[in-house]
């Protein structure tokens, strides 16, 4: 237990910092090593990629982008790789931006896409195997119609949740 208003028990926060962060870079560097072996074309977007990009022969690297460039090579791409990388019980907004954009996700696994979609309405794997998700994303790629499909089911999704309560429940 870390009290924060005992400031001989601050230094715990940081500590927790460091290690998240540590976790964080580890899942989202072997999720891509993993995807660099299946030979797919990749963008890479961010800042601290540079001295690893030797290691990804199929990657585009793009660097930081705002979110009109995020946006449009969401729009040219089938498929958007995110990793949650610590959010097991939540999702990040790339996941429904992508979507939004008309790409299929592929994402790793959350409670909360268990929670909110129904089985195919969303491609998850596991970190811890990253190979079964080469695999599962090869395949998913194989899907011609995946896009269109998905981005459908994603859009019906996504209406019944912003969609505001008729007038009579309000």
Known sequence: WVDPTRPEQRWK???AGYVQE??????????????????MPIHICGEGWQPHLYRFKNATYEGSVDMARMV??????????NTNANFGAGSHERVFSASLAGAAVFT????????????????????????GAASDL??????????????RQWLSVLEALVRPPPPSAR
Do not use: N, P, Q
């Open 138 to 151: 090869t395949a998913l790629a194989a899907d011609c119609g995946v896009s269109a499909t998905t981005a």
């Open 22 to 39: 540590a976790v964080r870079s580890t899942r989202r560097f072997e999720f891509l090593k993993a995807v660099a072996k299946t030979g």
């Open 13 to 15: 926060f940081k500590v």
């Open 108 to 131: 790793d696994h959350s409670r909360y896409y268990d929670e909110a979609f129904a089985a195919g309405e969303i491609a998850t794997y596991r970190w811890t195997d990253l190979s």
């Open 72 to 81: 449009e090579l969401m729009r040219a791409s089938r498929i958007v790789l």
